[in-house]
RNA sequence: GGAGAGGUGGCCGAGUGGUUGAAGGCGGCAGUCUCGAAAACUGUUAUGCGGGUUUCCCCCGCAUCGGGGGUUCGAAUCCCCCCCUCUCCGCCA
């Protein structure tokens, strides 16, 4: 949520910079500006209103105890004429105040200064750590090798939940919970994190808090009490969403919240699925692991004083690539344009992978520093010292990292020409000691 | 799921219709005292929005006692709905 002090002070440049973001915002500026005039306006009026029927009540009170009631008579019509004032002028002002509100939610955060400006074109690529690289043999893709070495299951997924869904197996289903275990370790370990295990299904606040909500209702699964007992409780528990990453709870860990002094910064780390409705996208786009309803990630969340946002975007970008150094795949770190932000950020970093066989760059993470947009929508802020006034938090998360796409490269990079699956060192231990995937003595049959 | 109790400021806790945005205590902060500290004493100590002044200094107003609605000239206080917490029983991974 951007303040609508900065709107009100200088709605041209915040029209500017929106405008970097996509071209149906400056109209939105505009009224909200009006909007905000209009406003405060009628808060004037409705407060003198309530100021005389306060003063006036407070007389009545007196003149009760004196026993002077037909004075207090007169006086009680005089507070009912105000009141049915006021009345008017608070429905005024509640729909001012309510529209302000829905539009101020639907703009996007500006973007910091040292974003590129524009769409896909302007992507700069930061750095490149390895290289993309080839296989000297004609290699199979994460389909065929997941299929071949029975660790993923398509066909049963399809059959259970349906397409974008998988069964991982055997080994598969252990190259999880490695590669999880493993981020885990080294973000708490190496890189100071706290684990927090979240819920994965929350109230509509805390996609509110994050910014999904209520622009990107489409993008998230909407679950729902059965009708049975919404009929029998019509304003009790009405719906949930399923968390479209672990940045939507644990962002909202603190909602509402005023941090006392020496809280910041807190640096948590959690594991969830991930779902999300990808709606649209099938074909190339969609095959094997590449975009799924349900997925696994690791999350980094930090909430820190506002002078230390630029910094630690930095360091959790660094703290997510350290992972895929230890994962040994060839990345690069894309510096996001404007247009291609997601809503809440101010200023992204994506990490992509190199999948040899695919030949393609895929996004592994992302990381983003929203400033104090999220903080605003959320409500959360923090004292420097124990009589400070309270300050918005900054707020900041990086996928460290998301799964499916890390498994698509060290299934393609990885493979040797028998077929089999080499594993990093770093993750062998996590996989009791497993150095190679190779096909099971006994697969579990996949059947179409 | 059944029965009961309760939600007031950073915390504890008073308050059942009229200067109560809220007594009292604890904690925090500042000051006095002290070589320093403790104790004691004094003062201060919620958040948001708005107006004025003006720029971070103050003044003024409004709202907020779990949330929403209602009664009333006036609600922390009365009524209704909801949410949450706790206790007991039941059920269950």
Known sequence: MLDRKKIRDDPELIKAKLATRGDEYADIVDRIFQLDADERKAQVELDGLRRERKELSKEIG??????NEAQAEAKKKTVKDINEKAAAVEE????????????????????????????????????????????AFEGNDHVDLATALNLIDFPAAGRVSGSGFQFYVGLGAELQ????????????????????????????????????????????????????????????????YLVPTAEVPVCNYYRGCILPPETLPVKLVAYTPCWRVEAG?????????????????????????????DGFLERMTGEA?????????????????????TFASAKTYD??????VSGEWLEVSSASNTGDFQSRRANIRFRRDANAKPEFVHMLNASGLALPRVVIALLENNQLEDGTVTVPDALQKYM?????????????????
Do not use: W
């Open 432 to 448: 009791r000691g497993i150095e190679r995937l190779t096909p099971p003595e006994n697969p579990l049959p996949f059947l179409d």
């Open 62 to 67: 007196r003149l009760m105890k004196g026993g």
């Open 281 to 309: 996208h099938y074909g190339h786009e969609a095959r094997g692991l590449r975009r799924v309803h349900e997925f696994d990630k690791v999350e980094l969340v930090v909430l820190c004083a506002p002078e230390e946002s």
């Open 351 to 356: 990490l992509d992978v190199f999948a040899v």
């Open 92 to 135: 005024h002002f509640n729909a001012i105040q309510d529209e302000r509100v829905s539009l101020l939610a639907i703009l996007p955060n500006l973007p910091d200064d040292s974003v590129p400006v524009g769409g896909e074109e302007a992507r700069q690529i930061i750095k490149e750590h390895g290289e993309e690289g080839s296989l």
């Open 321 to 341: 690539e350290r992972v895929l150094e230890l994962l040994e795949l060839p990345y690069r770190r894309v510096l996001l344009p404007t247009g291609d932000m």
């Open 177 to 240: 919970r490695a590669l999880i275990n493993l981020m885990l370790d080294i973000h708490i370990g190496e890189h100071g994190y706290r684990e927090m295990r979240p819920p994965f299904m929350v109230k509509p606040e805390a996609p509110f808090g994050t910014g999904q909500l209520p622009k990107f209702k489409e993008e998230m699964y909407h679950v729902f009490t059965p009708l049975e007992q919404v009929e029998h409780d019509p304003a009790g528990h009405p719906d949930y």
